[in-house]
């Protein structure tokens, strides 16, 4: 996971990171948010992400031609999810560069 941003304490938090919480958050900072790159030479590839639910939402940005190549086909999908993982499955080939990035909701 690449945003490790603060976590509010259970048992309660100063108002100071409560601050601090909701303005990165309204900011648009918010930890649903990480990378994956296609296996290569593989139909499918599985992310393991600790905030995955069976019915959390996963958006992909493609951050490299071959990746945004993969969407445009319309052979990227979500084959399976649930809690903490999920499978995409996708073109099998042999490139090493289908990178993305994704966010996580709900």
Do not use: C, W
């Not at 490299?64 to 979500?78: C, D, F, L, Q």
Request: hydrophobic residues 35%; positive net charge.
């Amino acid at each position: 996971m690449a945003n490790q941003y603060r976590r509010l304490p259970q048992d309660g938090a100063t108002q100071r990171q409560i601050a601090e919480v909701v303005n990165r958050t309204l900011d648009g900072g918010v930890n649903s948010t990480g990378s994956v790159t296609l296996t290569a030479s593989s139909a499918t590839t599985t992310v393991a992400d600790k905030r995955l639910s069976a019915t959390s939402f996963f958006g992909l940005m493609p951050t490299t031609a071959n990746a945004s190549a993969e969407v445009g086909n319309g052979t990227i999908y979500v084959s399976a999810q649930g809690k903490q993982t999920l499978t995409l499955t996708h073109a099998n080939n042999g490139q090493t560069d289908r990178t993305y990035r994704y966010v996580i909701l709900g």
